[in-house]
């Protein structure tokens, strides 16, 4: 038995208790997984309130993690007890003290990275990883939009970017993120309570608009971030905090020849090739210094309720860890 957080019924972070389940021993290719570290993510959010019904109630959320082997399931090769290593799955179960992994999705961590750290940065690090190289390869010299630059995701994609040789216009909220996101690599910030986003893109650029805009916030930034696009400009929608966008007319991008995508992480590491590149252009980046991870900010297994609660309301500007 391992203690695991569990939703019965979709809601607020009260629908999350803390609940004694069975783990068993690991089957044919998987492993069995102690957890130091957990991740907490939006998705989560969405998971939990019912914006996105991919978790099959009753179900244990969470769809990251970092840890040591204790046991190795029949046909196992490459890992043993032991071993540290980080994940992301599509399959949930993330919120426990221990688990079941398919050996497939599991990464061993490089020597000197904390557990604590590949678990504030594996599923923001490799979203911000395939948004800046597979979605939209950024050149130098290009200008782009990036949506909660002071986020999770957000930080991570405007050091990266701007690494990349692009020129960043940050949107945030307060001062403090405005800092933050200047020290992330954001040339420009906008304070988005404050001032419009649209006007003020339009006025860094001269009225030519971005080459990308990346959107995790969705319906009240949507159209927006659609206006704010150059010729040929390609809008991301990679996210929907402020909820989902409203159906809109095709056509409607056609009047500045745009592009408009709206990408999902597990597409891009579908194969183990895949993950195994994208993961291993995520470590260099942070054994290179390119990205710079902030302190996370850690909760108990059992204050996920919490966890959320400080997600939702933007109060942290770091990531978010659940400690078993």
Request: contains cysteine; proline residues 6%; glycine residues 12%.
């Amino acid at each position: 038995m391992t203690k695991a957080i569990v939703i019965r019924t979709h809601g607020g972070p009260e629908v999350m208790q803390i609940e004694n389940v069975a783990v068993g021993e690991p089957g044919p290719g998987e492993l069995l997984v102690h957890q130091t570290a957990i991740g907490v993510n939006f998705h989560d959010c969405y998971v939990r309130s019912g914006l996105y019904r991919t978790l099959v109630l009753p179900g244990i959320p969470g769809i990251e993690g970092a840890g040591i082997v204790e046991a190795v399931g029949p046909g196992v090769t490459g890992f043993a007890p032991g071993d540290r290593i980080g994940y992301v799955t599509a399959s949930y179960g993330g919120y426990a003290e221990a688990r079941l992994l398919p050996a497939a999705l599991a990464v061993r961590l490089p020597d000197g990275m904390p557990e604590d750290t590949a678990a504030a940065v594996f599923v923001k690090g490799l979203t911000a990883a395939f948004l800046v190289l597979r979605t939209h390869q950024i050149l130098p010299g290009q200008t782009i939009l990036v949506h909660a630059a002071a986020g999770g995701v957000g930080q991570l994609l405007c050091q990266w970017a701007s690494h990349l040789g692009a020129t960043v216009i940050g949107t945030v909220g307060s001062p403090e993120k405005a800092a933050l996101a200047g020290k992330c690599g954001c040339a420009h910030t906008i304070l988005y309570r404050q001032e419009n986003f649209l006007s003020r893109t339009k006025e860094i650029t001269g009225g030519r608009g971005v080459d990308v805009a990346y959107d995790s916030v969705g319906r009240d930034t949507f159209a927006g971030s659609l206006a704010a696009l150059a010729l040929r400009g390609h809008l991301i929608n990679f996210g929907q905090s402020s909820g989902p966008v409203d159906p809109f007319p095709v056509s409607s991008l056609s009047a500045r020849s745009n592009s408009l995508t709206r990408p999902i992480l597990f597409h891009y590491i579908a194969t183990r090739a895949e993950l195994e590149a994208l993961v291993g252009e995520l470590f260099a980046a942070l054994s290179s210094g390119i990205l710079q991870v902030g302190e996370p900010r850690r909760f108990p297994l059992a204050e996920a309720a919490d966890a959320h609660r400080a997600l939702e309301a933007r109060a942290t500007s770091s990531s978010v860890l659940l400690t078993p």
